[in-house]
């Protein structure tokens, strides 16, 4: 009945179907490794308060030259709890603007802190409101604390597609936070990846807002991963519906002596298909029962 399948048109239906689920079975689990990897960010930035903080220089790689960006950070270290002394440079401060918390639109504050060795990391001091003017109008920024400071925040990976960098109300002006584009603009080298602000010796002005850190929705992933391997599954439902809905057409073409022809001829090789071990032990049985022996 199923002879059919032997065709060339459904060998390659056989073919693809089978294609087409090691396809989806590999999306599958590209977005499970996905799913990973965003649990273990949610995973850093929930710990980040219960962890001791690590040094900044011995996470980062540092930079070598003055106007350029040391090496980026892989995504395994962003949001990593980092600790940093130096020294603010507010010269060359910058405004991240249109930049929005809780539905406000304002500006992020960035301030480099140059290290001894010459090397400076860039720290996001955190957010303040626009003014009433509107929103490219210069915001009031608390002044950066003069002298030794030690500030502890998180590794934020830099942004992408860089914007272009102005200078406007006595600062670096930008739409993004990208280093290797804000590094041309300095005159020490810099670290590859800015800081968020969570704590700060002597303390951060109170009139800073904490940029909040958004979580990676990782079940979306997880919920992708199981569609695709469902997807993968129903592929051969539908190769082997395919297949039963075919034969059972072909049954239908056949007359009624066509039919018995083909249920008898069936029957035929099921009667003379061998029998296996435990049904010539009941057969044998059976015969001892009735009194009917085998010649």
Excluded: C
């Excluded at 940093?84 to 910058?94: F, L």
């Excluded at 003069?146 to 272009?164: D, F, I, K, N, Y």
């Amino acid at each position: 009945m199923y002879r059919f399948l032997l065709t060339p048109r459904w060998l390659a239906a056989a073919a693809l179907t089978v294609v087409a689920a090691v396809i989806m079975v590999m999306l599958g689990n590209w977005q499970l490794r996905r799913y990973h990897e965003r649990t273990a960010i949610n995973d850093r930035i929930d710990a980040a308060n219960a962890v001791q903080a690590v040094p900044l220089t011995g996470t980062l790689a540092a930079p070598t030259a003055a106007g350029t960006p040391g090496a980026a950070p892989g995504k395994t270290l962003a949001w990593t709890k980092v600790t940093v002394t130096g020294r603010y440079d507010s010269t060359h401060e910058i405004q991240a603007r249109g930049r929005t918390v809780n539905g406000d639109v304002g500006f992020e504050i960035i301030t480099p802190l140059v290290l001894d060795d010459g090397t400076a990391v860039l720290v996001d001091r955190g957010w303040v409101p626009a003014p009433a003017a509107g929103a490219t109008a210069a915001p009031e920024v608390p002044a950066a604390p003069a002298g030794t400071v030690t500030v502890v925040g998180q590794v934020h990976l830099s942004e992408s597609r860089p914007a272009a960098v102005d200078r406007r109300d006595g600062r670096l002006d930008t739409r993004r936070v990208n280093v290797p584009r804000l590094a041309t603009e300095l005159p020490f080298p810099v670290y590859g990846a800015y800081v968020l602000l969570t704590e700060q010796t002597p303390a951060n002005d109170p009139a800073f807002s904490t940029i909040p850190i958004p979580h990676e929705d990782s079940w979306q992933n997880g919920g992708y991963a199981v569609q695709w391997w469902i997807f993968a599954g129903m592929a051969f439902v539908l190769f082997g519906w395919q297949a039963r809905r075919e034969a059972q057409e072909a049954r239908s073409d056949l007359s009624p002596e066509e039919q018995q022809a083909a249920e008898e001829a069936a029957r035929r090789r099921k009667q003379e298909r061998p029998m296996d071990r435990v049904e010539e032990a009941d057969l044998r049985k059976r015969r001892l029962a009735t009194g009917d022996r085998a010649d």
